[in-house]
Nanobody, 125 residues
């Protein structure tokens, strides 16, 4: 079983930056990819980025391209999400999750089976 713990959220002004962390423990070799998702109040959880464990290939949702960067530190078993130029619409709870098998639709949350508890990001002046 894989455990994930997110951190790094907070209150930030528009245009600001945050770095979210996802610490992974357990059977860390037993996943194909880690994804970051966010859920705004009253909205469904949506995929924002993903990184594959085999080759480090990354994926981004269109609205965050150029502003979000996903990366990993294998020595620390941690995946990061650097988020820059934050906008109010980026507000939400950010979750990381592992996916055991390859999926064409990396943003499909149904493909992910282990989830962290989430970290709140609030963008407001």
């Amino acid at each position: 079983q894989v455990q994930l713990v997110e951190s790094g959220g907070g209150l930030v002004q528009p245009g600001g930056s945050l770095r979210l962390s996802c610490a992974v423990s357990g059977f860390t070799l037993d996943y194909d990819a880690i994804g970051w998702f966010r859920q705004a109040p009253g909205k469904e959880r949506e995929g924002v980025s993903c990184i594959r464990s085999s080759d480090g290939r990354t994926y981004y949702e269109d609205s965050v391209k150029g502003r979000f960067t996903i990366s990993r530190d294998n020595a620390k078993n941690t995946v990061y999400l650097q988020i820059n130029s934050l906008k109010p619409e980026d507000t939400g709870v950010y979750y990381c999750a592992t996916r055991r098998f390859y999926a064409i639709r990396w943003y499909d949350r149904r493909q992910y089976d282990n989830w962290g508890q989430g970290t709140q990001v609030t963008v407001s002046s």
